[in-house]
Structures are given as structure tokens and as C-alpha cells.
């Protein structure tokens, strides 16, 4: 089976406080993803990557940034962090089908506060 | 990017078969149309994916209009572990097209 692991299963920063959430993934998956859940709003995502040294804009990347050195880890990075980015981040891979969309592994998740 | 429409919310009871149906008006030609699955405090899990017509696996089956303008999900005599929220996405293969989530479906199943 797919294993993709986020670090923290919960985290508490303060404000203003650089912030790295780290994922990997085990098989060998060209892409991956960075989500935000919120109650009401879904999954938002903020920014993907389908090759290393390689990134892309998602729907909401301001405030963020990510780092992807190596194919296995994918990094988010919340420069400054602030009180409207807590939230359930969510990190997902997947391998391209060359046909239908892939599907998308996920982890579980980590609940970020930023007090 | 076709948007779709979603019912926010579903109640059943075990046993029953339930139908949760997703509109997508501006599908196109290319667009796929995926559900997944998402229990509170993980992360959504792929259950099916269609083109047209009828597909089925082992958890649901997904019927296409031959429109493709909406698609209906069904998960056959549910149980209290089907409790879950159910997306519904369209797109094609190209990574920076399918990945919108919208709202969602949270199916409740009752005893």
C-alpha cells in the first residue's frame, strides 16, 4: 500500500513563527500536494509539485511557500505564520496515468494552530 | 475547470441503498469524473472513477449519464461505517486541472 507520512499529527506556533510541515511518500510518486481544509470550504489546494525542484501555484499559495529537494519529501513552508492559517493540511501523491487522472494518496493530515 | 454541485448533506439508515448525485454542467470532452471518501481526522481516499455509462467496484458503483452533465454515486446497503464526508471531481490527466475539492457530501448513517 501507498504510505504518505506528515510529520505532525499536531502542531501549536505562535505568530510570526516560521513553520515547516513536512511529507513523504514511499512509492516512488512523480506528484505531489499541499491542501488546506477548512470547515465549510473543502479541500483548497495551495500549492503542487510534479517533479523535483518543481512547483506550482495552487488556488491559494499566498503566505505559503514549498520545497521539494527530493522526490520522496515535500515540504510546506508558512514563512510568517498567522492566526488565519490554522487549519488541517493535507499532503497527497500521486503517479501520472497517461490517461484518466491519477489518483490522489493522501496522509492524515496535521492540525496546525497558530496562536 | 467544470464546477461542480453537491448536496451538503445526506442522511440513511443501515441497509439502505444511498444515491449521492453531483451536478458538473461544464464537463468537458476530456474530464473524468472521480469520487472520494473522507472519515473525520484522515485524510480522502480514491473509491471510484468513471468516463461514461456504469462503472462498478467492490465499495460503489458510478452511473454517468450519457449527458455527463451529473453522475451519481451509490454505495449499496450502507452501513454505520459509511459515515463519511463524499467529493465529487472532474477533469482530465493534466496535473493542474482535476485537484479542486469542492464542498462535499457528509452522509450520515443512522442505526
Known amino acids: 500500500d501507498v504510505k504518505v507520512t506528515q510529520s505532525s499529527r499536531y502542531l501549536v506556533k505562535r505568530t510570526g513563527e516560521k513553520v515547516f510541515l513536512e511529507c513523504v511518500q514511499d512509492m516512488d510518486h512523480e506528484n505531489m500536494f499541499w491542501y488546506r481544509q477548512d470547515p465549510g470550504l473543502g479541500l483548497r489546494l495551495i500549492y503542487f509539485s510534479y517533479d523535483v525542484k518543481m512547483k506550482e501555484k495552487g488556488d491559494i499559495p499566498e503566505g505559503y511557500s514549498v520545497s521539494r529537494e527530493k522526490k520522496e519529501r515535500f515540504s510546506l513552508i508558512l514563512e510568517s505564520a498567522s492566526t488565519n492559517q490554522t487549519s488541517m493540511y493535507l499532503c497527497?501523491?500521486?503517479?501520472?496515468?497517461?490517461?484518466?487522472?491519477?489518483?490522489?494518496?493522501f496522509g492524515s493530515g496535521t492540525q496546525l494552530s497558530v496562536l | 475547470l467544470a464546477k461542480t454541485t453537491q448536496p451538503i448533506s445526506m442522511d440513511s439508515y443501515e441497509g439502505q441503498e444511498v444515491n449521492i448525485t453531483c451536478s458538473h454542467n461544464n464537463i468537458a470532452t476530456n474530464d473524468y469524473i472521480t469520487w472520494y471518501q473522507q472519515f473525520p481526522s484522515q485524510g480522502p481516499r480514491f473509491i471510484i472513477q468513471?468516463?461514461?455509462t456504469k462503472v462498478t467496484n467492490e465499495v460503489a458503483s458510478l452511473f454517468i449519464p450519457a449527458d455527463r452533465k451529473s453522475s451519481t454515486l451509490s454505495l449499496p446497503r450502507v452501513s454505520l461505517s459509511d459515515t463519511a464526508v463524499y467529493y465529487c471531481l472532474v477533469g482530465d490527466d493534466n496535473a493542474g486541472n482535476m485537484l479542486t475539492f469542492g464542498g462535499g457530501t457528509r452522509l450520515m448513517v443512522k442505526p
Open positions: 468513471g468516463y461514461k
Open positions: 497527497a501523491s500521486s503517479f501520472p496515468a497517461g490517461g484518466p487522472p491519477e489518483k490522489l494518496f
